[in-house]
């Protein structure tokens, strides 16, 4: 992991000083992700010109050693911080390195070369850009680092330049040239495009790797679940704004929560103050002949549900010892409103609301697959014996990418349940891909409403496990663990054999939250 933070403001003057602030301090909002590297690009100038080249700060190590570097760079070439710029892009990037060392030239953004007229951010892996490297070579390009992510700007400069042959199309827009460079791309990634070309505007795409949009309105109101539509791009919109891209809402929330969380295939385009969203269609794009119009969709805001105190470690010293004395309450919310104490009459039971239409095909069903990677597959794994002993069903488990690599047998008379703390893993967002092409009934375990996983299984379950920071997961896995054994409890609630257990293990879960978490000497002696 790793990741990508871009701000733009629309409309409101902010200070150079102010610009570089926002992205460091984005950066570190997402430094949890883990890393090797950081950068940022900014504008040279406020004139908006397109013959000034943007400046690009690249850096190993953390994010303060590049934060030094920039202010030290600054001072060298005496860039004035108080310059104002009324509209403005920047981008940055946490990089975590899979091709070409942690080193500056490796860094992102990268370019497309002198002038940087084309500047990208890249999350994930480019799996075919050894084939586009060769033939931008044999093009005339020069790379200077090792990185999969050099094809994208320097893809995105030859579509430019080609269409503008001869004095050619100056209409092509950003999104055309983006969508080109989409077209050749295999592999996961979250991108976000800046250009000289196109002064004061931003692409955000994406195919596997996380990215959400935030607004933030600075005068009027705009009324929640606002639509976006191409539309507004002819009506120049002044009202002030200022944008965000992001990996996770984490980095968001402090600027706002009015969201959109990206979608596949989806093209984002700031420009002028208004947003607009093209849906990119892969298989159509593969043999389209010359530049592609693809269909412009209208999207709704989501309201981020997050609070800025949960990004903050309050009185502790690391994320993951907050989280771990959270797991009271956050066990608390999990099972709020879902287990009933039952009464004179009437036996203890659960209710999953996201699952009751379905329980009927998952008892019937031949198997309960689970499939996740990591702390999810061991949540699965540690869950197993409640879910067969009360489902009755036989219950195997999947890590999402061995079941890809076997592609392994999954059947219409199977419940594949898909597991994931932020329900966008790569992996088992295509192994639900997999299952669903496969015809099984797919259900989703996530925390995090409106993922991509939430979003594409027929029902699921949210865990309600609040904000997990910390890498080594703590309060989420103690949660999903908690979820499956409702769904332990729910499945069976019809077998009358078993209520007394049933209800014992509610009685468990009841209690559970008032087990005290000892301290770690307490653990030791
Ligand atoms: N594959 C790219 C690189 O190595 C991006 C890595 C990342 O996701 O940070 O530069």
Redesign the pocket.
């Known amino acids: ?2 990741g990508i933070f871009a701000y733009l403001n629309y409309n409101v003057n902010k200070e150079r000083r102010y610009i570089i602030e926002v992205l460091f301090n984005g950066l570190r909002r997402l430094e949890y992700r883990g ?1 090797d590297s950081a950068g940022i690009s900014i504008d040279s100038s406020s004139s908006s010109s397109s013959s000034e080249s943007p400046l690009v700060f690249r850096q190993e190590g953390n994010i303060d050693s590049l934060v030094r570097s920039v202010y030290e760079e600054v001072a060298e070439t005496e860039l004035n911080l108080e310059e104002s710029f009324s509209v403005h892009a920047g981008i940055a ?8 060392e942690p080193a500056p030239r ?1 860094g ?1 953004p ?1 370019s497309s070369g002198v002038g940087n007229d084309f500047l990208v951010v ?5 799996t075919n850009f050894e084939v586009l490297k060769e033939t931008l070579v044999r093009q005339g390009f020069t790379f200077e ?1 090792e ?3 050099e094809v994208i700007p320097k893809l995105a400069k030859y579509v430019f330049d080609k269409t503008n042959e001869g004095g050619g199309d100056q209409t092509v827009t950003f999104s055309q040239i983006v969508i080109e460079v989409m077209r050749h791309l295999e592999g996961a990634y979250a991108l976000v495009f800046k250009s000289r070309h196109y002064p004061n505007e931003l692409i955000a795409c994406k195919r596997g ?1 996380p990215l959400l949009l935030g607004v933030k309105e600075l005068t009027g109101n705009m009324s929640n679940g606002s639509l976006f539509h191409q539309t507004e791009f002819p009506t120049k919109n002044g009202q002030p704004k200022e944008f965000f891209f992001s990996s996770d809402a984490h980095a968001l929330v402090e600027h706002t929560k009015k969201v959109l969380v990206i979608e596949d295939g989806e093209v984002v385009h700031l420009k002028e103050g208004a947003v607009s969203i093209l849906k990119f269609d892969y298989d159509k794009a593969k043999n389209a002949v010359g530049l592609t119009r693809p269909a412009s969709v209208q999207r709704a805001l989501s309201i981020l549900e997050m609070e800025v105190e949960q990004i903050n470690k309050g009185t502790y010293e690391h994320y993951m010892q907050k989280e771990i004395h959270e797991q009271p309450e956050s066990l608390k919310t999990t099972m709020r409103g879902r287990l009933i104490r039952g009464g004179f009459h009437k036996a203890k039971s659960v209710l999953l609301g996201g699952l009751k239409d379905h329980l009927k095909t998952i008892r019937r069903s031949r198997r309960i697959v689970f499939i996740g990677c990591g702390t999810s597959y061991n949540a699965a794994l540690a869950a197993r014996p409640i879910l067969e002993e009360l489902s009755g069903v036989p219950v195997t488990l999947e890590i999402a990418s061995d079941l890809l690599d076997r592609q392994g047998p999954i059947y219409r008379e199977d419940t594949a349940v898909f597991v994931s703390q932020s329900g966008e893993t790569a992996d088992t967002l295509h192994a639900l891909q997999y299952a669903l092409e496969n015809g099984a009934l797919c259900v989703g375990i996530t925390n995090t409403v409106g993922s991509a996983i939430a979003r594409n299984t027929h029902c699921g379950i949210h865990i309600n496990a609040g904000c997990e920071i910390g890498v080594a997961s703590t309060k989420a896995y103690t949660s999903q663990i908690v979820v499956m054994a409702m769904m332990a409890l729910a499945i069976g609630d019809d077998t009358i054999s078993s209520l007394s257990r049933r209800e014992a293990i509610i009685d468990g879960l009841f209690d559970l939250p008032s087990i005290s978490i000892l301290p770690l000497d307490k653990i030791c002696h």
């Open positions: 992991m790793c890393y990037h946490t990089r975590w390195a899979t091709h070409g490796n992102h990268q890249h999350n994930g892996v480019v680092s990185t999969d992510t790797s």
